[in-house]
């Protein structure tokens, strides 16, 4: 939890994410699958045994922890546990398969129940308890995709005892249903809706795509309305995140507005709800007044307060917040919010470009390799443009990027790790660059992550379940 906190406080510095004159190929099918496995193997060396369950293991969020075992998506086993199904599924690894066997039973042995008897992982969690990379909905959704990716009918079972348990502890709130004082993606109510709606959509139990659209409803009565900049009668949506009593107002996908608008614009084309929808749509057309444009690109601040900085990965930049308008394209045809993505991605390509300069020593500067704040992130983020665009360009810059990872992988044994980033030029990080993360959004689950995705680049759909806030696609028709 402490990684998560700390991102919130480095959002102003900003982070490079690949090498753009350096000479890099498309990495060959063999080379991403012998990374990837390197991987599994170097995961497998940080796994810790569950005391007293046979068997069981859970994961540190870095390399040579032994404490307490971190459960959540952000930092924890239910991260790994979801690289481990993906690497099963895509390669048909046994390795990955035996310890995503262990990592799930490890899972299920950490559980606890509240004073409700209801079952939960963050009981003791500072905040977030029911998010979906802090809390109880990303531990659901981990055994959703397990459900999903190998047929396992006690692994759905599971995530309807998360989904009833969150049920339980919601509470109504402007006639809706919320968990959280936060409304983001990340420790708030809209990641939980989306567990919600996936759940209900998998389970086919109402129950839950009832409460998805509640939740929905009440993130729509939280907005904050601002004034729009193209009809003053208008007033569009935006959403801000609390620290202590200060109100910041992060506008990009892991903490504000286009994570949020995100979510109400999945769960209303999939439920039929055509005022959640509009919210989602009008959040939308906040970002696009107040986007800036560079060049042929475009991009967000990264917080509206203070002197703006710019960044570009998931957390707060284009290759999270450009979900939203790929998303969007996909529901409603139109071609502008696909064009919005696309200058997105091109401000992308050019500040990877314009921030890769050599050090002091003449050597180029180690760039973020992680999901959440680098390069990770934008690997998986170019290979969906990739589907939606089929533009070469997009391709081989997400191959690039794949290359980049592979790159700097470090050999441990047989394993593969990843050094944690630091931002460039110096400053502080949400994990100690000196360390090797294991987690999904941080460490090398999540690299290896990336790289799956581009193992599957030339499929029309991947074949790669995570969490919810990463489709691009329309919902299917009813």
Known sequence: MQTILASLFVLALPLTLVAQDQPRVAPPADSLRSTVRGAIAWLDKQAVPMPGVEGAVGFPTSEGQRGAMETCVYGGSAGVLLFLENAAAVLDDAKARDLADRTAKGLRSARSVDSREQVTWSEHAMMGKAGLYTGDAGVGQAFLVRHLLRRDDAALATAIDVGDALLARGREEDGGIAWDQQADLIFGNAGTALFLLELGQVSKQQRFLDAARAAGHALVAAAVRVPSKADDKQKLPTWVFLMGSRQVHMPNFSHGTAGVAYALVRIGAALGDAQLLAAGKDGAQWLIEHAVVDGEGMKWAAADQGQPRFMGGWCHGPVGTARLFLLLHAVTGEARYRDIATKGARFVVDYAAAAEKPAADGKPPYVPPSYCCGVAGVVEFFCDLHRVTHAPEHAAFAKKAGQYLIDVAIADGDGRKWKN??????????????????????????????????????????????????????????
């Open 421 to 478: 980033g630091q931002s460039v030029p110096g400053g502080p990080v949400a994990a100690d660059s000196s360390g090797h993360n294991v987690d999904l959004m941080l460490g090398a689950a999540g690299e290896a992550l990336a790289l799956l995705q581009l193992l599957v680049i030339d499929r029309e759909v991947s074949p790669v379940r995570g969490l919810p806030d990463r489709s691009i696609a329309a919902p299917a028709a009813k």
